[in-house]
């Protein structure tokens, strides 16, 4: 159990909730370490198992060993990064992807939205967790890429890319019960044989009935062995979940991964009043189940009281390819795509669609095709003078401290609901079949050079 003097951090009694996007860093730091090897041409990349064995996120074709020179070659290469942010230095190949990109994954977190309706915003935050184990890369969105979802509990989702480098999501997302605002990107410390992976970001939740604010600070995530040894990925800290409104916090302390899996999943905290007084316990596993437990001021349980479940890992598809859960699949599905699509929206990539349907080849080349599009806008636009301005969402004039480094942060402007609002009030039926709209985020049209 975490010790309440882990407060020093903590988050709300009534709130909090875990950025999706920056837990879906906690997939792409798995990844870092296949998307260098992809890059430089070496196979068989094998993901630890912290508890025994190992398994391989490539096709059994692919497995291998690196030979010294490898290593050393790697070395020679990589030796004048360290220290440094390397989320812009390579171009990946889509060996390494899933069919998803970073905004899709940033709605996973709405999997169990309920528990937002029922105050169990505590494990709401940690139910997460579990959708990012998967070691396959998102696609990075291109510049004014979004993504929609409707047709779950209730909610009308959507994100916008709103910055190439760095890159940088936000999304909007509410319901009759909360609205979510997040902006987030992502900054990484190459350190040679590890990568330490920072959740730069700043997300509030706001529970419409009672007007609390939420506030969620999540831990970093760090990617060991990176080229010596069997290289494998922690999240270990404090998860903080503030209550803006009345001040009571949530302290969730992941334990660390410790020798033959020792720790492994674990989660422990407390929820304190304003006056840093603990008053529920929290414990489980991310991967399995949350439960709490109302406590003394010295952290132990209650006399005549007992754990109860506030969450439960809901079932998963068997022998996934990508490890998806249920959820994951309607993410893509276009089930849960509003009428009238948006072109720029992420199910409409020809590299992601094609990757879902199992064509590595194409889904390869689209990949090139709409990297090498996107410089060209930018081209355009600096020929221009201009800059690029996002559709759904405004730069303030806040710039949020977070503990690496300082954010700005983007508000929703409304427009999108005035969008979706002349939409739905439309008596004008669509035939259109959503998969032959062809995926335009450009700015200057889809044939900008």
Not at 132 to 160: C, D, S
Not at 317 to 337: E, G, L, M, R, V
């Amino acid at each position: 159990m975490g010790s309440k003097d882990q407060a020093g951090g903590a988050a709300s009694s009534g709130g909090g909730f875990f950025s999706s996007f920056a837990a879906g860093m906690r997939s792409w730091g798995t990844a870092v370490h296949k998307s260098v090897n992809g890059l430089l041409g070496y196979e068989g990349l094998e993901v630890i198992n912290p508890e025994g064995g190992t398994d391989d996120a490539e096709e059994e074709a692919l497995r291998g060993r690196w030979k010294q020179e490898d290593r050393d070659s790697y070395w020679k290469m990589m030796h004048k990064y360290i220290g440094s942010d390397v989320t812009s230095l390579v171009t990946l190949p889509v060996i390494i992807f899933e069919p998803m990109t970073m905004i899709q994954k940033m709605a996973e977190l709405m999997e169990y939205c309920e528990l937002l309706d029922k105050a169990d915003e505590s494990a709401w935050a940690v139910s997460v967790y579990y959708a990012y184990q998967r070691t396959w890369k998102p696609f990075n969105p291109i510049l004014g890429e979004t993504y929609e979802m409707v047709n779950h509990k209730g909610i009308t989702f959507l994100a916008e890319q709103v910055s190439h480098h760095p890159p940088m999501g936000v999304a909007h997302c509410e319901n009759e019960h909360f609205t979510y605002d997040i902006s987030s990107k992502l900054k990484t410390k190459f350190l040679g044989n590890s990568l330490d992976v920072y959740p730069v970001g700043r997300t509030r939740v706001t529970l419409k009935k009672s007007g609390v604010v939420l506030d969620l600070v999540p831990p970093p995530t760090k990617v060991n062995n990176l080229i010596f040894g069997r290289t494998w990925v922690d999240s270990l800290g404090e998860m903080v979940l503030t209550n803006l409104t009345t001040g009571d916090k949530v302290v969730l302390y992941f334990q660390p991964c410790g020798w033959f899996g020792a720790g492994r999943y674990e989660v422990d905290g407390y929820v304190y009043s304003a006056e840093e007084e603990p008053k529920v316990m929290i414990t489980g596993k991310w991967n399995t189940a949350m439960s709490c437990q109302p406590c003394d001021q010295e952290g132990e349980p209650l006399p005549g009281s007992e754990l109860q479940e506030i969450w439960r890992l809901a079932p998963t598809p068997q022998n996934d390819k990508y490890q998806y859960t249920h959820f994951a699949h309607k993410i893509n599905s276009f089930d849960t795509a509003p009428k009238k699509l948006l072109a720029s929206d992420s199910r409409l990539r020809p590299d992601r669609y094609a990757l879902e349907k199992g064509d590595m080849s194409k889904s390869g080349s689209e990949k090139s095709r709409l990297e090498e599009q996107q410089r060209a806008e930018k081209r355009t636009r600096e020929a221009k003078g201009e800059k690029f301005t996002p559709r759904w969402f405004n730069l303030t004039d806040v710039v949020a401290p977070t503990p690496w480094g300082d954010l700005e942060i983007y508000e929703y402007n409304g427009k999108y609901t005035e969008h979706r609002a002349a939409i739905d009030s439309s008596n004008v039926a669509d035939e259109t079949d959503v998969t032959s709209i062809e995926f335009n985020p450009w700015q200057y049209g889809s044939s900008s050079s």
